[in-house]
Each structure stands twice: as structure tokens, then as C-alpha cells.
């Protein structure tokens, strides 16, 4: 193994090179270079491209310009646009650039102008992943392994051959060549927390984890929490609230990041003096038992009232309490915790309850 890897993109305007990182890299770069069109001059490189340059060629029709093309029908076609003979940029065949090994790759076939596999020259230099080959060669698109370089007659021979991560597991002796032994791979346990992610240690062998930093993002599974972060090592988030301000709705977060409010029967205020026994029902706060019919004013003067509402007059055969003789608190001496209220038609600082 540990031959160089076969790049090429076929533009005249990269500069192709194989990176340990992350393989083939194809780097733009300035200069000439041929755009394939005969009637064109001066054609240069600009960002990766080959730029056409002066037509040379005149024309009225497209038959005058048959005569360059090239036969390539990768190139693509060079038609009459503008009076000068140019390449149709809508005829040139764009294959797509992903590779399918270090021996072939995908790529335009000229004669038939069709995207497919290309193989690498005979002999181009690959590897074919087995550490103990070496000048492994392309032919026919396949990487031939070359001759074997890592006999041994026991384990120790090997030892100079292991890469040193003993996560991969280690070289023995096996038939007079060193192999990989398949029982000595670490295998570590997958984490329980993404805020200590695990794994193994190259340098040591052993499994462990360690904790992101504090504030770093995370996701704790719940979808009903919000802005995770770690926190020593443990992905927390903040409970996502749900409060539609109706008493008579539980309000709840349904698993999925959705609030949900379920009606309830619990006890409530209607605010009707003049029901009794308010519960909750389908999600609403409903009284019983009107105790406010009056045939005659007296009916609502012998009626107990609160006198903090204002006097109840009698209409419409309803003892109703009149909003402009309410008691009015001043509230110039509210604070957080205390508030002027009317408590028996008088008005007292009373605590607030904040929860």
C-alpha cells in the first residue's frame, strides 16, 4: 500500500493533487489554456474555467462553422451565434464528479459524448488497502495488488508494521505473513450522553469519555425542553411552558414539543355573585343556582352583597350590581408584594401571591 492516489479532473485550468485529508483536491489556477473552439484566440483560465477568447471565425449559418468541430462531442457542438462561430455551451456533456475508485472515475466518452466510467492509464499507481503489498498498479480500472512485503515467522516480526493506534486492533503472524487479528479491535460501548461523548484512546487502548465544554449546544431527547446545553457533562434544557391562562384547562406538553390544553372539572369562580357552586365544564367556568331574581328593588336591598362590586338595583328582574358605586383602591402604594384591594368595602394593603 501507500501509493499515490490517481487524480485528474481533465480541466487544464486545476491543479490536481491527492491530500491525506481528504483525498483528491483540484486547485483553479490562472493561465492559457485551449477551449477547445479552433476559432477562438487567446483563451485563459478564471476561476477554474477555461474563457474563450477572440473569434476568428465569421458566419451567417451553422453550416458555416461544421468545419471546427472537433469530433469530440464531450467538447460539445460550435454553431453560428452572434455572425462568429462559437461552442454551444448548452452541447457540452457535464459529468458528475464523484469518483468510483483510485482506478477509474466517472467521465465523458468523446466518441459518444455519454457520461461513464474512465479508467486510469495501465500501470497508474494505487493502493489497494492491504498493508503488507506494495507497487500495486491500476489495469482494467481494478487496483492489482502487488508482491507481499510483510513476512514473518511469529507475532514480534510484526510489530514494526502496526500503525501504532491500538483502537484498530494489532498485526500477527499467520501463515508467514503479517495480518490483522480480528479479535483485537476495540469495541467501546456507545455513549448514554451526548455531553460526555466515548471512545476510544489510540495511545492507550482503553475506552472513556469526555465532557464537552459547559454552554456547548446539545439535544437531550426531549422535545419538550428548549435550549439544551451541557452542563458538567450532562445535556439539560429548560421545560417548555404551557399556560393558555384558563383555570379550567390542564396544560400540558404532549410529548412531541406541542402545548395541549385539556378541559378539566375543577372548581372556579365565574365571577356572577349571583351563582353557586362554579365548576369547570368543557373547558369553561359555569355557576348553578342563581340566587339573583328580584321582583322589586327591596328583593336586592335585603340581597347579601358584596359591597366592593357596588349596590345591586334590581333590572330586568335581576338584582345586578351597579359598576359606578364599586369601590375604587388606589394603587399609587402598590409595590411587588402588597396591593391595595377591597376586602369587605374596605380598602387594606393585601400581600400578592406570585407563586
Known amino acids: 500500500g501507500g501509493t499515490p492516489k490517481y487524480c ?13 485529508e481528504s483525498g483528491c483536491t483540484y486547485a483553479a489556477i490562472a493561465g492559457s489554456c485551449d477551449d477547445g473552439n479552433p476559432c477562438t484566440l487567446a483563451d485563459h483560465c478564471n476561476d ?12 451567417t449559418n451553422d453550416s458555416m462553422c461544421s468545419e471546427w468541430n472537433d469530433n469530440n462531442l464531450c467538447n460539445g457542438v460550435v454553431r453560428c451565434m452572434g455572425g462568429v462561430c462559437k461552442i454551444d455551451l448548452t452541447t457540452v456533456v457535464q459529468c458528475l464528479e464523484s469518483e468510483n475508485n483510485e482506478c477509474s472515475k466517472l467521465g465523458c466518452n468523446p466518441a459518444t459524448g455519454e457520461c461513464g466510467v474512465v479508467n486510469a492509464p495501465e500501470g497508474t499507481a494505487c493502493d489497494d488497502g492491504v498493508l503488507c503489498t506494495a507497487t500495486d498498479t491500476c489495469s482494467g480500472g481494478t487496483c492489482i495488488s502487488g508482491p507481499g512485503s510483510c513476512a514473518c515467522v511469529q507475532d514480534n516480526d510484526c510489530l514494526a508494521l502496526d500503525d501504532g493506534d491500538l483502537c484498530n486492533g ?7 505473513q503479517c495480518v490483522a487479528n480480528m479479535n483485537s479491535p476495540v469495541s467501546c460501548p456507545q455513549a448514554t450522553d451526548p455531553c460526555s461523548p466515548g471512545g476510544c484512546n489510540p495511545a492507550t487502548g482503553q475506552c472513556g469519555s469526555t465532557a464537552l465544554a459547559d454552554g456547548t449546544s446539545c439535544d437531550d431527547g426531549n422535545s ?6 451541557c452542563q458538567n457533562g450532562f445535556c439539560t ?34 365571577g356572577n355573585q349571583c351563582t353557586q357552586i362554579d365548576l ?3 373547558g369553561l367556568c359555569q355557576g348553578t343556582n342563581d340566587t339573583c331574581s328580584c321582583n322589586s328593588q327591596t328583593d ?6 358584596d359591597a366592593c362590586l357596588g349596590s345591586l338595583n334590581c333590572i330586568n328582574n335581576i338584582c345586578t350590581a351597579d ?30 401571591n406570585n407563586g
Not at 8 to 20: E, K, L
Not at 224 to 229: E, I, N, R, V
Not at 300 to 305: K, Q
Open 8 to 20: 485528474d479532473d481533465q480541466n487544464p485550468c486545476t491543479t490536481d493533487s491527492c491530500a491525506s
Open 48 to 59: 477554474g474555467k477555461c474563457i474563450s477568447g477572440n473569434s476568428v471565425c465569421p458566419c
Open 170 to 176: 494489532l498485526l500477527h503472524c499467520v501463515g508467514g
Open 224 to 229: 419538550c425542553t428548549q435550549g439544551d446545553s
Open 237 to 270: 434544557g429548560t421545560g417548555i411552558i404551557c399556560d393558555d391562562g384558563n383555570l379550567c384547562t390542564d396544560d400540558l406538553c404532549d410529548g412531541a414539543g406541542k402545548c395541549t390544553f385539556v378541559p378539566n372539572a375543577a372548581a372556579c369562580d365565574d
Open 280 to 282: 369547570c365544564s368543557n
Open 300 to 305: 336586592c336591598d335585603i340581597m347579601p352583597n
Open 323 to 352: 359598576p359606578t358605586t364599586a369601590i375604587f383602591c388606589d394603587p399609587s402604594g402598590n409595590s411587588d408584594c402588597m396591593a391595595n384591594q377591597c376586602v369587605g368595602g374596605q380598602c387594606m394593603m393585601q400581600p400578592i
